[in-house]
């Protein structure tokens, strides 16, 4: 897609936000932005901590974690299940998800630290900081 293709798109939105009423795809972005988890991105100079909700893990191995470049990918399963009951609204988001973050910056997939406490997956990384030294290579001579 090009800009050209965003900025028809954008303009589309608002040709019915005007037939609609102002801001008529905002009452259905809660329901889009149900069916996957909630996160959030910090960064510090050298740091990122991704912070994502994940509640009702049981086991750690529910979830896994991948890290390359710039780019970290979660995938599990939210399930809260309550014996004797029968689910009759559904706020939380249950189910199998996948989320691929964008990361501000290269990082360091040796260093990436990921642990789970009171329904947060908390997921800390570090800048991967590119050795820029020179390296001076020796020269062997080689007899004839």
Do not use: C
């Amino acid at each position: 897609m090009n800009m050209n293709q965003f900025k028809k798109m954008g303009d589309w939105r608002k040709q019915w936000d005007q037939f609609f009423g102002d801001e008529f795809f905002g009452e259905f972005e809660p329901m889009f932005k149900a069916n996957q988890t909630q996160l959030n991105l910090y960064k510090s100079d050298n740091e990122v901590l991704v912070v994502i909700s994940v509640p009702g893990l049981e086991h750690v191995d529910q979830v896994d974690v991948f890290a390359h470049y710039q780019t970290l990918e979660v995938k599990g399963t939210v399930n809260l299940k309550f014996r004797g009951f029968t689910l009759v609204e559904e706020g939380i988001f249950q189910g199998t998800f996948e989320r691929v973050v964008e990361l501000p910056f290269p990082i360091r997939e040796d260093r990436v630290d990921a642990s789970y406490h009171n329904g947060l997956l908390i997921i800390h990384l570090h800048r991967l900081i590119p050795d820029d030294s020179r390296k001076k290579i020796s020269v062997k001579k080689i007899e004839d």
